[in-house]
């Protein structure tokens, strides 16, 4: 079989959508190697290079032009000889021509729909548009997780058969065992606390950072922040200066996958009060690094950490902080979920995933 893959995130994005592109090419490589993997863009870049020396995996040039992507790339697959293209990221190319060829679509979240207060009217249309023209489109939707299924249902008004529900899973590097060397060296790389809490993901508002910094506060807990910053920033920024709290929580730039995933096995607990998901890859993260999770009891989160993680609500950092000093302060209690949420986790690994995306291909052909 030969499958084409819109491949611009795989290329260009750091994160999520790139992470999700890259590990999911990566999996299908390793446990189905049989096949054929077209990464189809305008041009490539260092990212993903490991993934690209694979004897099975290629990397197609596209066609050139502004808007080649929506009415180009299809085709292009066509002249490969694709038996089915991809769309990693809620979008499928708008032209076609009559050589037969299957499409699937992955659906992340509709986060702009349920949250538009965070994006622009611009957006918001056009990713709306997007969604629902690929939606349309598809032979099949994957969707990340129940939550994102039942919001396509919703909000895109598809019907529930067409759409299947795939988990991904994470970079390897946290479920690899460091060297002492290494966990050294990020410790002496970032200066961390001896015992700390930590939070992964962009800063911005959906992420809920100040709610879990409010909880902190006269706790005398460090906290370290690993993401990129947004204008939401300068809110975190000015209440840190207000209360004094500049020292008690680090902020981290420059980390690679593998100093990430030290540091979250180093992590006493990993808080992530997210107030809407559409999986929460952090979460996954931590339970592989056998780090004990407390995240927000909304969206998709429970299902990300199984029920042996600690719920919280977002909006309250009364109950943030509650649940934060219970674990912080025992140690039994942290070292039983972690155990339990390890063994839950082993569902999201690279085998199970390859083994549900290779029957959807095969069913769809």
């Known amino acids: 079989m030969k499958i084409a ?18 590990d999911l090419v990566r ?21 993903g290079k490991d993934i690209l020396d694979r004897p099975n995996v290629k990397f197609v040039e596209t066609s050139k032009g502004s808007l080649s992507r929506q009415l180009k790339m299809g085709k292009d697959a066509q002249k490969q000889g694709a038996d089915i ?8 190319p708008l032209k076609w021509d009559q050589k037969p060829i299957k499409k699937i679509v992955t659906i992340h979240d509709l986060i702009f729909v349920r949250y538009p207060q965070y994006y622009s009217f611009f957006d918001r249309k056009i990713h709306l548009w997007k969604f629902k023209k690929a939606a ?10 129940e939550q994102t299924k039942s919001d396509i249902i919703e909000f895109l008004k598809v019907p529930e058969s067409k759409i299947e529900v795939i988990y991904q899973g994470c970079h390897h590097a946290f479920k690899e065992q460091q060297s002492p060397e290494q966990i050294q060296a990020a410790k002496d790389k970032f200066k961390l606390p ?8 962009t800063i911005e508002d959906r992420k809920n950072l100040l709610n879990l910094i409010k ?9 370290v922040v690993i993401g990129r910053k947004t204008k939401y920033y300068q809110k975190i920024e000015s209440f840190l200066k207000k209360n004094k709290m500049e020292k008690q929580v680090l902020f981290l730039e420059g980390v690679s996958m593998d100093e990430l995933a030290v540091i979250y096995k180093l992590a006493d607990i990993f808080v992530y009060p997210s107030f809407f998901e559409g999986f929460g890859i952090p979460v996954i993260e931590a339970l592989f690094s056998k780090t004990v999770v407390v995240t927000s009891n909304t969206s998709c989160l429970p299902e990300a950490g199984g029920k042996d993680s600690v719920y919280i609500d977002p909006n309250n950092d009364l109950d943030i902080r509650a649940k934060i000093k219970f674990l912080w302060d025992n140690e039994s209690e942290r070292k039983r979920r972690e155990e339990k949420g390890f063994e839950f986790v082993q569902k999201f690994n690279d085998e199970p995933i390859a083994k549900n995306l290779m029957n959807l291909y095969q069913k769809i052909i």
């Open 136 to 145: 349309k489109m598809a032979d099949k939707i994957i969707a990340i997780s």
């Open 5 to 22: 893959f819109d491949a611009k995130r795989f290329f260009h994005n750091t994160s999520g959508l790139g992470n999700y592109s890259r």
């Open 194 to 201: 001896e015992r700390f809490i930590l939070n992964v993901g």
């Open 85 to 92: 293209f991809h769309g990693l990221s809620g979008e499928l």
């Open 27 to 47: 999996i299908l490589s390793q446990y189905e190697p049989d096949n054929e993997y077209l990464l189809l863009n305008k041009n490539k870049s260092e990212r």
């Open 215 to 223: 909880a902190v506060k006269d706790t005398g807990i460090p906290l």
